[in-house]
């Protein structure tokens, strides 16, 4: 059983990469691989997005909805589970404009990830490589997303770095 982290930019072919890999494995071990996600659509653009990636996915896959209790999510799966969580920026943003703790968030993410039994992909945007944010809550996202992909890139299998559809292994 594994956990592989994976990051890159908008449009980077992260989630492409996690969902074909854990097709690959689900096939191989005869179960259906699960999609936890994590956005909400609050708006028009958002629900294409949503759409795109349902359209994407197909019908062979579960889908999960956790854009807030994502630890629960894990834990809901049954043992020897194959799944991909799309995405951890998002899940993040959520917990942020909720005021919830984060660092006792990210320590419960943690502890879920690293007892999780099965094949797990975690993906998440990188932020970090751009010009500071000019204001502080975009600096505190930039900030936390930092610490959290450093936590769970030292708890995961493997990590990879995700560009123009190349993926870079890391760990």
């Known amino acids: ?27 191989s071990r005869g179960v259906t691989p699960v999609m936890i996600v994590t956005a909400q659509a609050f ?16 019908q062979a896959w579960t889908t999960v909805e956790a854009p807030m209790d994502l630890v629960a999510a894990l834990r809901g799966l049954p043992p020897g589970a194959v799944a991909v969580v799309d995405c951890l920026t998002l899940w993040l943003t959520n917990q942020l404009l909720a005021e919830c703790d984060l660092s ?4 419960r993410l943690i502890d879920a990830v690293a007892g999780f039994d099965g094949e797990l992909w975690l993906v998440s945007n990188e ?45």
């Open 1 to 27: 059983m594994s956990v592989t982290l994976v990051l890159g930019g908008a449009r980077s072919g992260k989630s492409a990469f996690a969902q074909g890999a854990a097709e690959i494995v689900a096939g």
């Open 43 to 58: 708006d028009a653009e958002m629900e294409e997005r949503i759409a795109r990636h349902q359209a994407d996915r197909g």
């Open 127 to 171: 932020v970090g490589w751009g010009v500071v944010p000019d204001n502080a809550l975009a600096r505190r996202f930039r900030d936390e997303a930092g610490r959290l992909h450093q936590a769970l890139a030292a708890a995961a299998d493997a990590v990879h770095l995700v560009a123009a559809g190349l993926s870079l292994r890391m760990k």
């Open 104 to 107: 006792s968030a990210a320590a």
